[in-house]
């Protein structure tokens, strides 16, 4: 039955690499090859594959060592890893789970074992894909790390843009900032309802919430603090002056206009006047639609 997914078969034999990728397309389950562990670093981020069916033992790069790399970088520390290898030690069989891949196959391969176990494998990516793909849509800012080691495992794209735009030299991983309180949350878990930890760099404020784990993962929320930061918030977001933004940060609070004319130092009757021009630029006719507008606004930026 054929399949969208696409297999990379890695082996430094090329009889043996030929025999599993021709075993697999007449599965229907499509296949690229390669010979080398530093060619298939390339290639899986060029051809981004479902699966890779890696051999263990390689000149240059061994598939121990190549298999870290692909889970050190976050777009490929998803992708299932089955080893196929000569070596049948149970230290063997230890260090490739540790190096983190699912499975293990030893030679000779029964290649109709191994096209099985493909399979099986595919089917449990897709499912946490589907999970993941999830989070995307929804646009949750969310990341996992190992357990205990705190290495990054995947996030979604709201939290790679907030990492981006808040430590522009960080690259693909965790800045130090929040690797050292998430690696410090991974080994010894907060307690549920426990305060995020707050990072606090060039005048941003981020939080970070230790979700839970399940396994071999643990989860995370990445947020930015927007306290003190409203009106400017909402003058950008609305097109509001800057006491037009301050009087509205107010009226979502909850405050009367004599408060808010104590708080500001105005009069009541500014505050009426800024109250109207608000609800102008909003189209809305009341104090709750337009309280209602800055609430959304702010807590989209959190």
Request: with cysteine; glycine share 6%.
């Amino acid at each position: 039955m054929a399949t969208d997914a696409l297999i990379l078969v890695v082996d430094d034999d090329p009889e043996a690499c030929a025999l599993v990728t021709a075993a697999l397309d007449q599965a229907g389950l499509p296949a690229i090859s390669t010979g080398s562990g530093q060619a298939a670093l390339a290639l899986v981020a060029e051809a981004r594959p479902s699966l890779v069916v890696l051999d263990a033992v390689m000149d240059g790069l061994s598939g121990f060592e190549t298999c870290r790399r692909l889970k050190a970088m976050p777009d490929s520390a998803h992708l299932p890893v089955i080893f196929i290898t000569g070596l049948s030690e149970t230290e063997h069989v230890v260090e490739g789970l540790r190096a983190g891949g699912v499975d293990y196959v030893t030679k000779p391969i029964v290649l109709e074992e191994l096209v099985a176990r493909v399979r099986v494998h595919l089917a449990n990516a897709r499912y946490a894909e589907s999970a993941r793909m999830a989070l995307d849509v929804a646009g949750r800012s969310l990341f996992a790390v190992e357990t205990p080691s705190g290495a990054l495992l995947w996030r979604t794209p709201a939290a790679a843009e907030l990492l981006a735009a808040s430590f522009p030299g960080a690259g693909a991983g965790l800045p130090p900032e929040i690797a050292q309180p998430v690696a410090a949350m991974t080994a010894r878990p907060p307690e549920p309802g426990t305060a995020p930890i707050v990072v606090v760099l060039e005048g941003r404020r981020l939080e970070v919430a230790y979700l839970g784990s399940s396994g071999k993962e643990a989860y995370f929320r990445l947020s930015e603090s927007v306290q003190g930061r409203e009106a400017d918030i909402l003058r950008s977001a609305l097109q509001l002056t800057q006491r037009e933004a301050e009087v509205l940060v107010w009226i979502a609070h909850g405050k009367p206009n004599r408060d808010i004319s104590e708080i500001l130092n105005i009069s009541p009757r500014t505050v009426n006047k800024h109250l109207e021009q608000v609800f102008s630029k909003l189209g809305v006719e009341n104090r709750a639609a337009a309280a209602a507008i800055a609430t959304r606004v702010v807590a989209a930026r959190n």
